[in-house]
């Protein structure tokens, strides 16, 4: 992990979920490509709906579906190519082939369950945990590298 950066954002509900995607995307480097933030959080905590916000705020207009089934969903926006990537179904790293991995690297990834694959973690930039609170959501965002250190460092929230 790079230099230890960890900012905490407390949501109170839906509204504040889709607050914080659309944030992030308005601060976003403007070459998007190569950059990837994993998206944790148990079953309901609010993964797709930051991710849509997110993907809302970079430009996209039409449907935004998730990619349970599909495992990947590509967006060309404004902003550059994104990736949506659900991983729950996934078994471990070596599925990450057959998904055609290596060639996401020309966009944003937005990766949902990378627990399911741990390697993930050494490679991403930022990991965005949501989890339960008695008042809400607890987004917590910590850098995993040392150009997602930097943003995260200067991201307002």
């Not at 944790?40 to 809302?56: C, H, P």
């Not at 404004?78 to 991995?101: C, K, M, Q, S, T």
């Amino acid at each position: 992990m790079a230099q230890s950066v960890t900012r905490t954002v407390q949501l109170a509900d839906e509204a504040a979920s889709i607050a914080l995607g659309t944030r992030l995307a308005s601060h976003l480097p403007a070459e998007l490509a190569g950059w990837m933030i994993l998206l944790q959080g148990d079953l309901g905590a609010g993964k797709s709906t930051v991710a849509r916000a997110l993907l809302r705020g970079l430009g996209q207009t039409g449907p935004v579906p998730s990619p349970t089934y599909t495992l990947i969903e590509p967006y060309e926006l404004p902003a550059g190519r994104v990736y949506h990537v659900d991983l729950y179904r996934i078994a471990g790293a070596d599925e990450l082939e057959f998904l055609g991995w290596e060639e996401l690297d020309d966009g944003l990834r937005l990766v949902e369950w990378p627990e399911r694959v741990p390697a993930l973690f050494k490679t991403a930039d930022i990991c965005l945990q949501l989890a339960y609170t008695e008042t809400g959501r607890r987004a917590v965002l910590r850098a995993y590298s040392e150009r997602g250190a930097a943003w995260l460092a200067t991201l307002p929230l």
